[in-house]
């Protein structure tokens, strides 16, 4: 049984990325351009304003980023340190707890962009199509050497 999850975890993570990723950049879409209900229950952040409409445009980028599995290790971690900063900067001085402060968005995306940060994308990511090739590519470019024959 162990065998098959194991054969599939790649594609739970994948899943989680994707789902993950998809939540994310929703809320970027939301906050940026009053869609899905809009930021703080309606209209969009005026551009420029610190940090909410930085914080949406990571959200909106990271977020897809992450969905296609195009840098994620560095979109996760850009994506973690964001939502890190919102839950310190915004929510914790509110309450000391989660449940208390409304933050509790944050610090789950906080760590499940840190999880991915360790376990990278998974399966049916862009980053695996471009190793793949560019490793492919760097061992054709490595043809062996023709031998010489040796005289004995």
Same mark, same amino acid.
């Given at each position: 049984?162990?065998?098959?999850?194991?054969? $599939?975890? =790649?594609?739970?993570l994948a899943l989680f990325r994707i789902v993950v990723g998809l939540l994310f950049a929703c809320h970027g879409a939301a906050s940026l351009f009053g869609v899905l209900g809009g930021a703080m229950g309606g209209g969009s952040i005026p551009a420029g304003t610190w940090p909410g409409w930085y914080a949406a445009v990571i959200q909106l980028v990271g977020g897809s980023l992450v969905v296609l599995g195009l840098g994620t290790r560095i979109a996760a971690l850009v994506a973690s340190g964001s939502m890190a900063y919102a839950y310190f900067k915004v929510h914790q001085p509110e309450a000391l707890f989660p449940l208390e402060n409304g933050g509790e968005p944050s610090a789950v995306?906080?760590?499940a962009f840190l999880l991915l940060v360790f376990t990278g994308p998974g399966a049916l990511a862009l980053d695996r199509l471009f190793t793949s090739r560019t490793t492919a590519r760097g061992?054709?470019?490595? $043809?062996?050497? =023709?031998?010489t024959p040796v005289a004995a």
């Open positions: 049984m162990y065998t098959r999850l194991n054969q $599939a975890q =790649p594609y739970a995306y906080c760590w061992e054709q470019d490595r $043809a062996p050497e =023709p031998s």
